[in-house]
């Protein structure tokens, strides 16, 4: 038996290293995504537009094909850390509670948010995968349903957000995961996903999937959120460990 | 007694900035977001001068004076609400915040009347780059106070207690710091649309 026992000072720091990891993934999935999404993969600014002729839109991925491709591998790679990362927010709220219940909760909204962020990868590579081939309609498809299962979602990351914030709220004072405003934040973040939804009505102009309110805010205010949590879950790891 | 008085001075300090600070970050950043919905419309008038004079030709003033009214006298009622429960917390502080929920339920009524009159007469978001701003921003903000409005209730149900603890005071305070930037983005809103 006391073989198998853990210390408790070795669990813990073996904790502060799982959190501290956690959060540096929630970094390199932001710079994975400059790299992959902002710099070589033509999604951030928008390459297509969504109203673009499909002849425009094969135009556009003929002339970028290797940059895409390789900004596809670089996406994929930032969008599976989105795990670790949702995990370590779990982690550390797991820690706040007697009995699990928002951790849960978060790991389930963490999953299915890795999985449709892994699915706009996927649909951004197929849209390169053979573009000489495929009807330029495709193209514009797999364009259209990246952008849908990125900003669209608002329910499921704006709801990922909310289960961050409400055991912050709810938990009694000085029991916090993380600070009250970390709370804030993530609310701040639910609403500026929010016009994310006005893709379904626009493919034109500042509401639609290449536009400044529906494309920009929502993707921006993501990643901030990303770096504030990683940025936190840091801190954490880094306060109780000295 | 200078280090004390001077911890005193610290204490009173701390206590004159309501709410927590984390709503004001928020604050600050939903007006940072705003602040592109009002370039945009800002800029969608100098380019489209005589479609958006003629657009906002067609508002009907007076739902949006309505409005503003609406909310400027909830944010009162609220204000009284909070300043009540600080100085004298009673059952009886409950009715300003009731006041406040029905000043923001009357702006919810009457932009239902207003939205369903425009659309009446054959206007859309997709009608102009007007009317998309207009539905598409006002209808963002009516998220806004219905979020408040959300809000308010939990304030409601906290001020009828007989005592507040000091953090307690604080989420008072931080809701009703919500409810009056509902009330400030509508009438940046309100200025843009209706009446520059």
Same mark, same amino acid.
């Given at each position: 038996?006391?073989?198998?026992?853990?210390?408790?000072?070795?669990?813990?720091?073996?904790?502060?290293?799982?959190?501290?990891?956690?959060?540096?993934?929630?970094y390199?999935?932001?710079?994975?995504?400059?790299?992959?999404?902002?710099?070589?993969?033509?999604?951030?600014?928008?390459?297509?537009?969504?109203?673009?002729?499909?002849s425009?839109?094969?135009?556009?991925?003929?002339?970028?094909?290797?940059?895409?491709?390789?900004?596809?591998?670089?996406?994929?790679?930032?969008?599976?850390l989105?795990?670790?990362?949702?995990?370590?927010?779990?982690?550390?709220?797991?820690?706040?509670?007697?009995?699990?219940?928002?951790?849960?909760?978060?790991?389930?909204?963490?999953?299915?948010?890795?999985?449709?962020?892994?699915?706009?990868?996927?649909a951004?590579?197929?849209?390169?995968?053979?573009?000489?081939?495929?009807?330029?309609?495709?193209?514009?498809?797999?364009?259209?349903?990246?952008?849908?299962?990125?900003?669209?979602? !608002?329910?499921? $990351?704006?709801?990922?957000? #909310? %289960?961050?914030? =409400?055991p &912050?709220?709810? *938990?009694?004072?000085?029991?916090?995961?993380?600070?009250?405003?970390?709370a804030?934040?993530?609310?701040?973040?639910?609403?500026?996903?929010?016009?994310?939804?006005?893709?379904?009505?626009?493919?034109?102009?500042?509401?639609?999937?290449?536009?400044v309110?529906?494309?920009?805010?929502?993707? !921006?205010?993501? $990643?901030?959120?990303?770096? #504030? %949590?990683?940025? =936190?879950? &840091?801190?954490? *790891?880094?306060?109780?460990?000295? | 007694?200078?280090?004390?008085?001077?911890?005193?001075?610290?204490?009173?300090?701390?206590?004159?900035?309501?709410?927590?600070?984390?709503?004001?970050?928020?604050?600050?950043?939903?007006?940072?977001?705003?602040?592109?919905?009002?370039?945009?419309?800002?800029?969608?008038?100098?380019?489209?001068?005589?479609?958006?004079?003629?657009?906002?030709?067609?508002?009907?003033?007076?739902?949006?004076?309505?409005?503003?009214?609406?909310?400027?006298?909830?944010?009162?009622?609220?204000?009284?609400?909070?300043?009540?429960?600080?100085?004298?917390?009673?059952?009886?502080?409950?009715?300003?915040?009731?006041?406040?929920?029905?000043?923001?339920?009357?702006?919810?009524?009457?932009?239902?009347?207003?939205?369903?009159?425009?659309?009446?007469?054959?206007?859309?978001?997709?009608?102009?780059?007007?009317?998309?701003?207009?539905f598409?921003?006002?209808?963002?903000?009516?998220?806004?106070?219905?979020?408040?409005?959300?809000?308010?209730?939990?304030?409601?149900?906290?001020?009828?207690?007989?005592?507040?603890?000091?953090?307690?005071?604080q989420?008072l305070?931080?809701?009703?710091?919500?409810w009056?930037?509902?009330d400030?983005?509508?009438?940046?809103?309100?200025?843009?649309?209706?009446?520059?």
């Amino acid at each position: 038996m006391n073989e198998t026992a853990i210390p408790s000072s070795s669990s813990d720091a073996l904790f502060r290293k799982t959190l501290a990891f956690c959060g540096y993934t929630g970094y390199a999935a932001i710079v994975l995504f400059i790299i992959g999404g902002v710099w070589l993969g033509g999604m951030l600014p928008a390459l297509p537009h969504a109203n673009d002729l499909p002849s425009e839109i094969v135009a556009k991925v003929s002339e970028n094909l290797f940059e895409i491709r390789i900004g596809s591998i670089f996406m994929i790679a930032s969008f599976a850390l989105f795990g670790t990362f949702g995990a370590g927010m779990a982690m550390q709220t797991r820690r706040c509670e007697t009995q699990p219940g928002f951790s849960y909760v978060q790991l389930v909204f963490s999953s299915m948010g890795t999985t449709i962020a892994l699915l706009v990868a996927f649909a951004w590579a197929l849209m390169v995968f053979r573009p000489e081939t495929y009807h330029p309609s495709i193209l514009l498809m797999w364009a259209d349903f990246a952008y849908f299962l990125a900003l669209f979602s !608002v329910p499921l $990351f704006g709801g990922w957000c #909310v %289960m961050v914030a =409400l055991p &912050i709220f709810l *938990a009694e004072e000085g029991k916090e995961p993380f600070p009250r405003w970390a709370a804030y934040v993530n609310l701040w973040a639910v609403l500026l996903f929010a016009p994310g939804q006005m893709v379904m009505f626009f493919k034109d102009g500042p509401f639609s999937w290449h536009g400044v309110v529906a494309m920009w805010i929502p993707f !921006v205010a993501f $990643f901030v959120w990303i770096a #504030v %949590m990683s940025f =936190l879950m &840091i801190r954490i *790891a880094q306060t109780e460990d000295s | 007694m200078v280090e004390l008085s001077n911890a005193d001075s610290k204490v009173e300090m701390k206590t004159q900035i309501p709410g927590e600070a984390g709503i004001w970050a928020f604050v600050a950043g939903d007006l940072l977001v705003f602040s592109v919905f009002f370039i945009l419309i800002a800029l969608g008038h100098a380019e489209q001068t005589d479609i958006f004079e003629a657009s906002r030709g067609t508002l009907d003033l007076r739902f949006g004076i309505a409005n503003t009214l609406l909310l400027l006298t909830g944010s009162l009622f609220v204000a009284i609400g909070v300043e009540r429960c600080r100085s004298m917390p009673s059952g009886k502080n409950k009715q300003w915040f009731f006041l406040g929920i029905g000043c923001g339920v009357g702006f919810v009524v009457n932009k239902i009347f207003e939205w369903n009159a425009k659309i009446e007469a054959g206007y859309s978001p997709v009608t102009n780059d007007f009317y998309m701003y207009f539905f598409i921003f006002t209808g963002i903000h009516l998220i806004h106070v219905l979020v408040g409005l959300g809000v308010l209730l939990f304030l409601l149900r906290m001020s009828q207690r007989s005592s507040l603890s000091a953090r307690e005071i604080q989420t008072l305070e931080s809701g009703a710091i919500f409810w009056h930037l509902v009330d400030l983005l509508w009438i940046m809103l309100f200025a843009l649309l209706y009446l520059l």
